[in-house]
């Protein structure tokens, strides 16, 4: 007990200290002034020496003590609506642990830990849930991101004109305004800056996270973004592309049971590709199982939940992603092992009718109308007309030239967002970072990717479950201890609180390799190691150029993928492609 006093004791005089230089970074940056003397909670929101009342930015800003209840600590919270011109209303949330002046204990000031943790949204909403944070000792922050609730149909106007500023305020208005007003906030509450300031999302908060790496690099020590949301336009595009093929060749959506036993069959044909039944393919980009084979009649087909010829062919185009005429890859498909049912259920995903709408700018578009020879076309007017406003593919040199450290966690079997993207965006800044030639070692120096095989988005799925990313992260910025392995867990039940199953998720492009003692149900017999990025794999994963979806050529620079390699590899294999995407075979 007296040894974790002590560590205790010496993480909070390393907070303590990394506050004390924050003051001298934040006046080096021109950032205000902060009062010795913090203010109390109810000052906030009317003091306009605290920035918020007076502010002309701020239409309104209130202050509270919030008292606790149950599970949740009592905490200051803060909410104020940001709102630069008439048509903007950004409603920010900000929770605060008590400071000493009101009565909080235990942290570096108060309740507070010395750091802040802002929280992303999901899907098309924001998030103003600040409990989490706020109970770890965090400045909790959230942002409805300029709308309630989680419609985006009103980013394009009745009379088919964007409306820029929806679009803007929830892609990037909104998240970093909560971020800045959530570091301004406490630094008067508490009279210091933060030592350490965080960033926490999945889906469309990894996004966000990304986001704020590649526009607001200089503001965040570390960031979580798991499952991003990235390359908006192009993978919201891409949910339709199983409906529209389900629609020409079937007629209509495959039964739910026969899309399962599709998903089943694969994974029984793949399974054990990397030495190790478990029920998890671990790279399902090497598994060419082909729907055919559960084509009714055949020898393999199933017992129950077999295929017409038409839909095996659906099938096995859901897999493998949208192309153009010319055969040339669009973007991704859903990986073998992956759940088909939420975007190829009965009804289409709601974000992928209303892409559609963004593309075209028009809230009347129909989705039925577009053939798969026409998808292409619809794809490319996205990415000429909205996509450089919401796909979120910059570079990170400003976050890396801050000393930033960005982890993210992929699910092998993400149903919702092609994890596929997430790979190709890492790829390129490996490319970035070696010249031209992935460098991933590199790389890793702050950046990191873990793909979780089997697991779902943002978790779920047949997969162990990552455990403790957001520890992970803290110890990576605040000790140097940057992550080799993350520890995944299979709970035996959702209350034994035992674990059925656990292995390593490794840095990418290595993967968990068995080593060939002891249960493999145990991560300790397993090392990260080998590299995934084979010619067969990567060459399989280049796009057709942005912004020429219909007919342009294949997209080699700036992606680490060697077109040279690619030609060599289909010499000895036979065509990765289709084409080369130039018009020449």
């Known amino acids: 007990m007296k040894r974790r006093t002590w560590i205790d004791s010496s993480i909070a005089v390393l907070v303590l200290t990394c506050a004390v230089l924050a003051q001298t970074v934040g006046a080096e940056r021109g950032e205000p002034p902060v009062p010795q003397q913090g203010a109390s ?6 003091n306009p020496a605290n920035g918020l009342a007076g502010n002309p930015a701020v239409r309104s800003a209130t202050s509270q003590i919030v008292a606790a209840s149950g599970p949740n600590v009592a905490y200051c919270q803060v909410n104020l609506v940001y709102s630069s011109n008439p ?8 929770g605060l642990p008590l400071s000493a002046a009101d009565g909080g204990t235990g942290g570096v000031q108060g309740a507070w830990n010395g750091r802040t943790e802002g929280v992303g949204g999901g899907g098309c909403s924001g998030g103003l849930n600040v409990a989490g944070p706020v109970n770890a000792g965090y400045v909790g922050s959230g942002t409805d991101a300029g709308h309630p609730g989680g419609n985006c149909e009103p980013g394009v106007n009745a009379d ?8 803007n305020d929830f892609f990037r208005d909104g998240i970093k305004q909560q971020v800045l007003f959530s570091k301004a906030v406490a630094a008067r509450y508490y009279g210091m800056r933060a030592a350490f300031n965080y960033w926490n999302g999945c889906s469309t908060g990894g996004r966000q996270g990304y986001l704020l790496a590649q526009e607001l690099g200089d503001q965040l020590d570390g960031i979580l973004a798991s499952a991003p949301a990235m390359y908006w336009t192009r993978f919201e595009t891409a949910q339709m592309w199983g409906q529209i093929v389900m629609k020409d060749l079937v007629g209509g959506p495959i039964a739910g049971a026969k899309l399962n036993q599709a998903t089943a069959s694969a994974v029984t044909a793949c399974d054990a590709a990397d030495g190790i039944t478990d029920g998890v393919i671990d790279d399902p980009r090497t598994c060419r199982f082909s729907a055919t084979a559960n084509v009714c009649g055949t020898a393999t087909a199933p017992a129950a939940n077999c295929l017409t010829p038409e839909e095996a062919k659906a099938i096995d185009r859901i897999w493998d992603g949208p192309r ?39 809230v009347a578009f129909d989705w039925r109308t577009v053939s798969p020879d026409m998808y292409a076309r619809v794809a490319e007017d ?54 031209g030639k992935p460098d991933f070692d590199r790389l890793q120096h702050f950046y990191r ?16 479950q990552a455990q403790n990313l957001f520890g992970a992260l803290v110890d990576w910025v605040e000790h140097g201890q940057a992550p080799d392995r993350i520890l995944a867990t299979t709970p035996t039940s959702m ?37 995934l990025e084979t010619p067969s794999v990567v060459c399989r994963s280049v796009l057709v150029k942005y912004k020429q979806e219909t007919d342009g050529p294949l997209d080699y620079a700036g992606t680490g993928v060697d077109r040279g390699t690619c030609l060599r590899e289909a010499a000895r294999n036979g065509p990765v492609a289709p084409s080369r995407g130039d018009g020449r075979r």
């Open 41 to 46: 909670c109810a000052d906030l929101g009317i």
């Open 449 to 464: 990717l873990f793909r979780a095989p089997g697991v779902g988005h943002c978790g779920g799925g047949s997969g162990p």
């Open 382 to 435: 996205g990415s000429k007309n909205i996509a450089d406003v919401t796909d979120t593919f910059g570079n990170l040199d400003a976050f890396k030239q801050h000393g930033g450290r960005l982890l993210t966690m992929v699910g092998g079997n993400d149903p919702l967002i092609f994890p596929l993207g997430v790979i190709n965006y890492y790829r390129q800044m490996a490319a970035r970072e070696g010249g």
């Open 324 to 362: 153009n005429a010319k055969g040339d890859r669009i973007w991704f498909g859903l990986d073998r092992g992956t759940a088909l049912g939420a975007l190829n259920g009965t009804n289409p995903f709601g974000l992928g009718v209303t892409e559609f709408h963004w593309d075209e700018h028009n």
């Open 495 to 531: 209350t034994a609180g035992t674990v059925a199953r656990s292995r390593p998720l490794c840095p990418y492009p290595q993967t968990a390799i068995y080593n060939g003692t002891g249960s493999t149900d145990d991560a300790v017999n397993f090392h990260c190691g080998g590299n």
């Open 87 to 94: 048509n903007q209303n950004i409603n920010i949330r900000i």
């Open 160 to 167: 088919g004109t964007y409306n820029l500023q929806f679009i």
